[in-house]
């Protein structure tokens, strides 16, 4: 989006429709609640694209009902590079145009709900779309961009990462220290996403994940207390430094949570 | 003093000769022959009345009526009229028409016509009322008429009237209190104006003219004055050559009659027909808070004062309000500075006739200043084959819009929004509490739309709220951009569209079942995007389209293969706001 001032996108459901955008600049968050694409329904059946008006199709059959329910028409040049060709509205798909243009996050699935994580990845999110050669990040895709689990690096992308949400235990809090630029060690971080800590439920933790680089992007979400931060990792240095990572900015409202962490 | 002002005026528009002193009324019984079956000249009895020179003030009471018409009518058709007006241009003039029931019988209903009587010999005559009251009089029957008034005030439900003056409907000195001319039903009131010596003289309405009785409804003819009139709104054709400046009202009746329901107070068109663009067209309130407006036709302003709007309102809809020349289909810059509201009645949306409380068309090439409040954006009809019902506004939109259900098969088009600020921050809000099936775009090539939301606050048991989709294929060959309605196709087009966007949250975004194309959002600037469930549908920023050759097909570059897309706007330029700002554009 060319976003000014307020950057923010979010997709309260799911997206089975089509988001296009010149580029996700740093800061600039798309935040998807359940499903990006064709997903599964609350008791785990296969939820159709289809075009019923009703508020969930579940019947695969509702859609023949309608002959005219997948529309086609010319595309001049036969890409997809127009917002009036009326199929890209079908697909469950972020098609970002330009080459390396994700530089900000894209959290699937924030609601964390029950459902199997992998089938709320089922859409595609495409980096230069508008180039030649763009990068499709879908479960349909070859390695290294297989949705959910990727392991291209972020700077294939821009430097963002796409995050599918996983569903941990419910993290309870206890007095301690704040997480205000807290700083944890690898396996604190995981201890902090996955230990009762208290006896406050944080419900749900979102976990988005980007590996590979120094100072990639994770982001958490503590979703109570309505606080989204950045955690930047500092990689072991040459000098025997510890592998940390860093949250930054989880300041107001969360003065009761941690234990974990060093400052 | 007041009157003296008056009289000056009323003068100076005569251009020097002017009478008072020959004033008529003639009357006869309405039914006695039935004046819509019989023949057009009829005997009638002219009644002696008061034209008092030092007042020029005109009174007849009812029982003159009742003494003047034989075997005790109660039903009359009243002539006030000019005698110079049965064979040519009236010269005569009314400061104040009384009825008074007070003294002897204090009964009966009347039909008033402000325009000559049938005399015998008489070479010009309104014999009575058109059978259809958006017929024009031809002939009017004084130069200006001050005011018309019922003693006592509860007596003007039993008037219905039909005016034409060659010059002025009150007076424009005459402002606090306003004159008035109220009756229980106002068929029409004429004031058009003429010209003299290559001059436009009068043309103005500066009364406030009130309906105090109900429309007259078929289903209950048999309740209200003047029975046989059915099916007759309680104002019906008010046009004013060049100004209207006092207050349209048409009140209806509360509670009472058949069914205990709000007996509905109507208006059926209010015009000023030959106002420039720059003129104060329509300055006064046009109000029928129990009932409905059907077209407000103006080639000059609606209200000018953005401290003092007009207020335009209805409590069960509003056909049309355009800046237009009735017999013309060229859309004026005329600016608009009022407040609509076509749902004054509230309640719940009615959500099977979905006609209630509908706007069907607002419509100016120039600016509104305003708030607009409705049920309904929708054409008039569900069988309307046209695409062009909806609000169009050609300049900058500076107010808000809140559609209380839905905007159907329609389009709000504007040429841009002025952001909000802190003293105003609903400016520039387009709310619409269900659902869109149809356009909102901002049409000017930097237009804005600050803030738009969709389907927040849905009318219960209705369908499903959000954005629908269309049965319309898009405009792809030659794209244009910001256009409510592709070419040749048979609904408006289901869009979000503008160059910039600061806020969009819409509940839901899907293709309902009986709709071939997903909605779309179109826009190069995005700031918020809120969207709960986003089933079907489309949102492009950035690039629009192609770059078209002169055949309106895509160039393609050479390099990559791929088609030249559109530069978008330069956006280095955009005032970085407060996340908590509403002033995202």
């Known amino acids: ?263 | 003093m007041k009157m003296v002002n008056s009289l000056a005026m009323l003068g100076a528009l005569a251009l020097g000769t002017v009478s008072y002193a020959d004033i008529q009324v003639w009357t006869r019984d309405r039914n006695n022959p039935d004046p819509l079956v019989g023949p057009s000249q009829v005997s009638a009895t002219v009644i002696p009345v008061p034209n008092d020179p030092t007042t020029f003030d005109v009174t007849f009471t009812t029982e003159s009526l009742f003494t003047a018409v034989p075997a005790g009518s109660i039903e009359w058709i009243v002539w006030v009229f000019d005698p110079a007006s049965a064979n040519g241009d009236p010269v005569s003039s009314i400061r104040s028409l009384t009825i008074d029931t007070t003294t002897g019988f204090r009964q009966g209903n009347i039909r008033l016509i402000i325009a000559p009587a049938p005399l015998p010999g008489s070479t010009q005559s309104q014999p009575d009322f058109p059978i259809s009251w958006d017929r024009l009089l031809f002939f009017t029957g004084v130069l200006d008429l001050g005011s018309i008034t019922t003693i006592p005030a509860d007596f003007a439900p039993s008037v219905s009237a039909c005016i034409a003056v060659a010059g002025n409907v009150g007076t424009a000195t005459a402002l606090n209190p306003r004159d008035k001319a109220e009756v229980g039903q106002i068929y029409r009131s004429q004031a058009q104006g003429r010209t003299v010596n290559n001059q436009f003289l009068g043309g103005n309405i500066f009364a406030d003219i009130v309906a105090a009785g109900p429309d007259s409804l078929a289903i209950v003819s048999s309740q209200i004055p003047n029975s046989t009139d059915v099916d007759r709104k309680a104002i019906g054709y008010i046009v004013a050559g060049k100004s209207i400046q006092g207050n349209i009202v048409s009140e209806g009746s509360p509670f009472g009659g058949p069914n205990n329901a709000v007996r509905s107070g109507s208006i059926e068109a209010v015009v000023v027909s030959s106002a420039t663009e720059s003129d104060p067209g329509i300055t006064g309130n046009i109000l029928a808070q129990r009932g409905t407006i059907n077209s407000i036709l103006t080639t000059g302003m609606i209200g000018t004062d953005a401290a003092a709007k007009s207020q335009i309102r209805a409590g069960r809809g509003i056909t049309q309000i355009r800046a237009i020349a009735e017999s013309s289909s060229t859309v004026l810059g005329v600016d608009f500075v009022a407040d609509v509201t076509a749902n004054l009645l509230g309640g719940d949306v009615d959500t099977f006739f979905r006609q209630d409380k509908s706007l069907n068309k607002l419509e100016t090439a120039g600016n509104f200043i305003g708030t607009i409040n409705a049920d309904f954006i929708r054409p008039p009809t569900d069988t309307s084959t046209e695409l062009d019902w909806g609000i169009f506004v050609g300049g900058t939109f500076t107010g808000d819009i809140h559609v209380r259900a839905s905007v159907l098969g329609a389009s709000i088009a504007i040429g841009s929004f002025t952001a909000p600020t802190t003293a105003m921050p609903n400016t520039g809000h387009i709310v619409i509490d269900h659902s869109l099936d149809g356009a909102v775009v901002a049409t000017a090539a930097n237009g804005k739309i600050p803030y738009i939301s969709i389907g927040r606050t849905p009318t219960a048991n209705f369908y499903r709220p959000g954005m629908l989709g269309s049965d319309s294929e898009p405009q792809t060959v030659p794209f244009r951009p910001w256009q409510p309605a592709p070419f040749n196709q048979p609904q408006v087009d289901s869009m979000i569209a503008a160059p910039e966007i600061g806020t969009i949250t819409i509940s839901n975004m899907f293709q309902a079942g009986d709709k071939r194309y997903a909605p779309r959002i179109e826009s190069p600037k995005i700031g918020t995007l809120i969207i709960d469930d986003f089933r079907q549908g489309l949102v492009w920023s950035g690039h629009l389209e192609y770059v078209l050759d002169a055949n309106g097909n895509p160039t393609i570059d050479a390099a990559t293969g791929r088609p030249n897309l559109l530069t978008p706007q330069d956006d280095t330029n955009i005032t970085q706001k407060s996340p908590k700002s509403n002033s995202a554009v």
């Open chain 1, 1 to 263: 989006m060319y976003y000014f001032g307020t950057p923010e996108t979010t997709i309260a459901k799911s997206l089975l429709g089509e988001l296009h955008l010149p580029r996700l600049s740093t800061g600039e968050h798309i935040t998807i609640g359940s499903s990006l694409g064709i997903g599964v329904g609350p008791f785990g059946e296969a939820l159709e694209t289809c075009l019923c008006s009703d508020l969930v199709c579940f019947v695969p059959n509702d859609c023949a009902l309608f002959p005219n329910a997948w529309p086609e028409f010319a595309d001049p040049v036969a890409i997809d590079d127009s917002p009036r060709d009326n199929d890209m509205a079908l697909v469950g798909a972020i098609r970002i145009a330009e080459d390396l243009g994700l530089a900000g996050q894209i959290i699937i699935n924030d609601d964390a709900n029950s459902l199997p994580n992998p089938t709320n990845w089922t859409g595609q999110v495409i980096i230069g779309s508008n180039t030649p050669n763009p990068i499709i990040l879908s479960p349909d895709s070859a390695a290294p961009y297989t949705a959910p689990y990727y392991t291209a690096k972020s700077s294939v992308l821009g430097g963002g990462a796409v995050g599918l949400a996983h569903v941990d235990q419910p993290l309870v809090p206890e007095r301690g220290v704040p997480l205000d630029d807290l700083e944890l060690g690898l396996r604190e971080l995981d201890r902090l996403l996955q230990d009762l800590i208290g006896n406050i439920e944080l419900a749900k933790v979102v976990q988005g994940r980007a590996y590979g680089d120094a100072q990639d992007s994770i982001m958490i979400k503590l979703k109570v207390l309505g606080q989204r931060t950045s955690i930047k990792h500092h990689p072991p240095s040459v000098r025997g430094g510890a592998e940390v990572f860093e949250l930054d900015g989880a300041d107001e409202g969360l003065n009761d949570v941690g234990g974990h962490g060093r400052r």
